[in-house]
């Protein structure tokens, strides 16, 4: 009688650079399907779920205006954690230190709320900037001194930057005039960052992380530094008898990635919200991580995905308006989304081997 056996997955030798291109948009696909029987499963009308989703933010200038808007702190968080992803250094905490960024960029308008002058929203930028990165110190000193875990260390402190915010907004920062409410004063003019497009909320922000994301392409392709990182995370014993130092690649990734977000915090306070609010965290540091991953940690890659993600933020608000969709469903299908690519990259790295049938004979019978 034979035997039945479950394949195992054998690594290719080999990537096909098809298969890998064609990866993203095939989870994308598999994604929006998944996520429509779901909608039809909640009682919802799928088809008035996709239009509000995937088309209404392309179909006014004032939506795309706001995916312009949205892409911005995803493409620069994402920038930043997927340099440490490449070299298998997990900052799962970009969210409290864009919230760090935002607190730290906010000290200057708060304390100083008569200054004036072009300086204020470049240095605002630049203390959001060394804010997250300080945040993540606190990570890479974790990770290189105690060998304590990055993932839980970085996604605590997020949880520690949050209560951080609460304090600030309900004490010493509480605006007076603000009917009680948890927020800051409001900035004055030269706090904001310059508007980019008339009409719109869109910003400089934006050119920003695009030529943050040139920096990280050549960093990571063209610098010896960024081949350090690569190599540390490919063949980390390679690296070691390279002379490769594991812990200068774990704080170097931790202290780019808490850059990028908590420049991206302060774009965000200095942009779209003119104040310190509690609802500054939105989950984009969360989110940030299926950008990486969907733009295949590669530079261009994420500059791709981080409209992809912008479209599903803005898609998301409207249908919860005009197909009465529950925001968890929205986070549902950006899980499902990291989840389907992740497959469709093992199905690209690896293939289903099936064992050769055995037979096995009875004790006792002629073979």
Known sequence: MSSFALPTLV???RASLTATLVAPPAALAAAIVLNLILYMIMGRDPLAVLHA????PFLSWASFSEVLLKTGPLLLIAQGLAIGFRAKVFNIGAEGQFILGAIFASAIPVWFPQASGGWIWPTMLLLGAIGGALWASLTAFWRVRLNANEILVSLMLSLVAAQFLYYLLLGPWKDPAGFNFPQSVMFQYDAMVPTLIAGTRVNVSIL?????SVVAWVFMEKSFLGYKLQVGGLAPRAAGYAGFSEGRAIWLSLLIGGFAAGLAGAAEVAGPLGQLQRSISTGYGYAAIIVAYLGALHPIGIVISSVVMAVIYIGGDNAMVSANLP????RVFQGSLLLAYLIAVAFV??????????HTVAK???P
């Open 349 to 358: 790295r690896y293939r289903l081997e099936w064992p050769k049938a055995t």
């Open 53 to 56: 989703m995937i088309l209404e």
């Open 11 to 13: 690594r290719r030798q």
């Open 208 to 212: 920003i992380a695009l030529a943050l």
């Open 364 to 366: 006792g019978s002629t």
């Open 327 to 330: 925001i968890a469903a929205v």
